[in-house]
């Protein structure tokens, strides 16, 4: 599992490496908001310790399969005292079902969530677009 988790952090720094090189010719900011994340990341890992990471690496139990809108005004903060693992979380454009239903099905159908939640939000980008022709 430790392996399978470095491999992924691996293929996530190459792939933000190649996302910054890429951003700078466009905006000159990717490196420097790249560089955030990966910051506030390592704050949230230094802050845990590796017993905090332990029972998740091992497999996820949430309580909850919730679906909320990606729309990057919705967020999550509202949830955050939640411990880490208690969450199944979809983020999709507008709540479509339609395309996250493999997502919905994973949460409820394999990993057992007692719980399905819908959250949406006052003036969706998704749905302005859709009632606009957009």
């Known amino acids: 599992m430790l392996r399978r988790t470095a491999t992924a952090l691996l293929g996530f720094l190459l792939l933000a490496s190649g996302l910054a090189l890429y951003g700078q010719t ?10 955030r ?9 230094k802050a845990h310790g590796p017993a905090h990471f332990k029972p998740l ?4 139990h ?3 399969t919730l679906i909320t809108c990606s729309d990057s005004r919705v ?8 411990p880490d693992g208690e969450v199944f979380v979809i983020r999709d454009i507008g709540n479509q079902l339609a395309t996250c239903e493999g997502s919905v099905e994973y949460g409820v159908r394999h990993l057992h969530t007692p719980v399905l ?3 949406g939000h006052v003036r969706c980008g998704a ?3 859709a009632m606009g022709n957009y």
């Open 117 to 119: 939640l819908i959250v």
């Open 127 to 129: 749905v302005k677009a």
């Open 62 to 64: 949430p309580q909850i």
């Open 75 to 82: 967020q999550m903060h509202a949830l955050d005292a939640m």
């Open 37 to 45: 994340v990966l910051a506030s990341n390592e704050a949230f890992m």
């Open 26 to 35: 466009r905006t000159g900011k990717a490196q420097e908001i790249i560089e």
């Open 57 to 60: 690496a091992e497999g996820q």
